[in-house]
């Protein structure tokens, strides 16, 4: 969710509910200024579950990588 630091502050109390079931990223003047995050959810935990998804005996050059990705586009 993306709401800005006005709204944020008028509202702190609902945002603080909030933020327990998703990420809030604040804006200023059109730019990310900050994200209030669950400290509930292990984020680190489910980036190290990824480790390993990606073949280790094939070559991923970044050339390949950059070809791959646009070729799905």
Same mark, same amino acid.
């Given at each position: ?36 995050? %669950?400290? %509930? ?19 991923? %050059? ?12």
């Amino acid at each position: 969710m993306v709401i800005t630091a006005t709204e944020f502050k008028t509202n702190l109390g609902k945002y603080l509910e909030l933020a327990a079931a998703q990420d809030i990223f604040i804006t200023k003047n059109g730019k990310n200024i900050a994200r209030l995050t %669950s400290p %509930s959810v292990n984020k680190l935990a489910i980036l190290d579950s990824l480790i390993g998804i990606a073949p280790q005996n094939e070559d991923l %050059s970044e050339k390949v990588i950059r070809e791959e990705r646009l070729a799905r586009q």
